[in-house]
């Protein structure tokens, strides 16, 4: 049996996220449905982690193993030949038996993007957040640097979470400008809840938008209650950007 890797790239807005759904179609049946239409065999694929429903991912990491020998090249070639056009697999490679795509992982990267414009956009209105108030930018980075190191994110994260613990490190942070309007916010941790970026970037927007100051940000870290946070970012604006193994 070989151990493959894989990078996916997908625009997840047509998804009812990654992990299989009895009510509609995802990242994961999508790829496992034509591995096995390619190798003859049903296989398991399993990914870093599972993005929810119109989330996107740059580089999104999965492995499954195989008994078939078809090369490297040609398996990339034909599971792009069949995929819908808002999937490809950027990558395949073998790896070692111990591999494995969501326990092996050190670290993950989000990005989020917030469109910050009074009036909409066409091309990114499945790729961003538009918020049509002027955010203070300034107030926002001043924020998110506060939560950086290792707490409990209790108030960042889904009302049903169901993790052992809603203990995380937050190992940096960024925000910027990457073109006219376009705000990019960058979060890198050792593991993410349901939601948790969403919810975080959720409550920085009322930072930017002056309704809380960057120390009630921080302070809403100490309540552990999700409720006392801001609205949850809409997943369009989410993307996967990294998995650092």
Request: glycine fraction near 6%; aromatic fraction near 10%.
């Amino acid at each position: 049996m070989r151990n493959l890797k894989l990078i996916i790239e997908y625009d997840g807005t047509a998804y009812h996220g990654w992990q299989w759904q009895p009510n509609g179609i995802t990242i994961q049946q999508v790829l496992e449905e034509i591995i096995a239409t390619i190798t003859q065999a049903h296989s398991k694929l399993i990914s870093s982690g599972r993005t929810d429903a119109g989330v996107h991912a740059l580089n999104q990491v999965a492995h499954f193993r195989t008994a078939s020998r078809i090369s490297l090249y040609n398996l990339r070639r034909a599971m792009n030949s069949m995929l819908p056009h808002d999937i490809v697999v950027k990558e395949i490679s073998e790896v070692d038996d111990d591999f494995h795509a969501r326990y092996s992982v050190k670290s993950k990267v989000y990005m989020y993007r917030i469109y910050n414009n009074p009036v909409r956009t066409a091309l990114w209105r499945n790729r961003a957040w538009h918020i049509y108030d002027e955010l203070d930018l300034e107030a926002m980075k001043t924020a998110l640097k506060l939560i950086e190191g290792t707490h409990d994110f209790s108030s960042f994260c889904g009302a049903n979470d169901d993790a052992k613990t809603h203990v995380r490190r937050i190992i940096s942070t960024d925000i910027c400008i990457e073109a006219p309007r376009m705000i990019i916010i960058t979060i890198e941790a050792n593991g993410f809840l349901r939601y948790m970026v969403r919810n975080i970037v959720g409550t920085l927007a009322d930072v930017g938008r002056g309704r809380i100051v960057p120390a009630d940000f921080f302070e809403l870290l100490q309540y552990r209650d999700r409720t006392k946070a801001g609205v949850t970012a809409p997943p369009q604006g989410l993307f996967l950007k990294e998995v650092r193994y």
